[in-house]
């Protein structure tokens, strides 16, 4: 792999998204809107400070998985990747270029849902908010990295949608927004424990509420990134050059 390789495909994805405003709008201000919704749904009672953390974690990571899946499979099926690796381009430089590119703007999309949720739909946080924007943004580099390697697998963007009842959903159900963790069943309890977005949903749990110490969530955030470097490395391996 060759930094400036790297560097040079996450300005490149970087530029196509800037001429690309319903791009941004769906990264920057759906979630937002989303957020807002459930707490407006929950105005007159205490149920979005349960929930709210979970539901931050919740929407950043469904839209970057899937804005990240589509855009990277587009790359293949029309031949883009191709060209790419004829260069001296890697299947590594790619991948880290779009992970650096969509983990840019997680930033900026963390940034916006944490300060829309705390000071518009009034969510309180005991914590540290800059933590909390922290987890946030390792959140949203999950969906990213997860949505990668869905695009390297997939033939077509209906195949990507496919993928989130295997990758998303599931984390979805058992993370803990309908329920807490430690109330399921056993096994099901067992599996929640192995699935990365519990994790983000568990950090900012703790952040929000102060019921944690730093060093707990620092560990979650160890544990998230784990998760997004072992689906970035899994993604080199398996991408295909073009989609038949």
């Known amino acids: 792999m060759h930094p400036r390789l790297t560097l040079a495909t996450a300005a490149r994805v ?5 001429h690309d405003p319903r791009t941004i709008v769906l990264l920057l201000v759906v979630p937002s809107l989303l957020v807002g919704l459930i707490a407006w749904i929950f105005s007159d009672t205490e149920v979005f400070d349960r929930i709210g953390p979970a ?3 919740l929407f950043p990571f469904i839209v970057m998985f899937l804005v990240t899946s589509i855009a990277t499979l587009r790359e293949r099926r029309s031949g883009t990747l191709e060209r790419l690796l004829s260069l001296p381009l890697g299947k590594g430089d790619f ?5 650096l590119a969509f983990g840019l703007l997680a930033v900026a999309q963390a940034v916006v849902t944490v300060a829309f949720a705390v000071w518009v739909c009034g969510l309180d946080v005991s914590g540290s908010l800059w933590l909390m924007i922290l987890v946030a943004v ?3 580099i999950l969906g990213t990295t997860l949505g990668l390697l869905a695009s390297a ?3 077509t963007e209906f195949q990507v949608v496919q ?5 998303v959903f599931p984390q979805v159900l058992l993370g ?3 329920l807490p963790t430690d109330q399921l069943p056993t096994v099901l309890e067992a599996i929640a424990n192995w699935l990365p977005l519990t994790h983000a949903i568990d950090a900012l749990e703790a952040v929000t509420t102060g019921s944690e110490n730093t060093a707990y969530v620092v ?3 160890l544990t998230i990134l784990a998760y997004a470097v072992g689906a970035v490395v899994l993604a080199s391996l398996t991408l295909r050059r073009r989609t038949p």
């Open 138 to 140: 390792c959140d949203g």
């Open 153 to 155: 697998f997939a033939a």
């Open 176 to 178: 803990g927004l309908f």
């Open 55 to 57: 539901v931050i974690a």
């Open 163 to 167: 993928f989130m009842p295997l990758l």
């Open 14 to 18: 970087l530029r196509q998204i800037i």
């Open 95 to 99: 991948i880290l270029g779009y992970t």
């Open 219 to 221: 560990w979650q955030l």
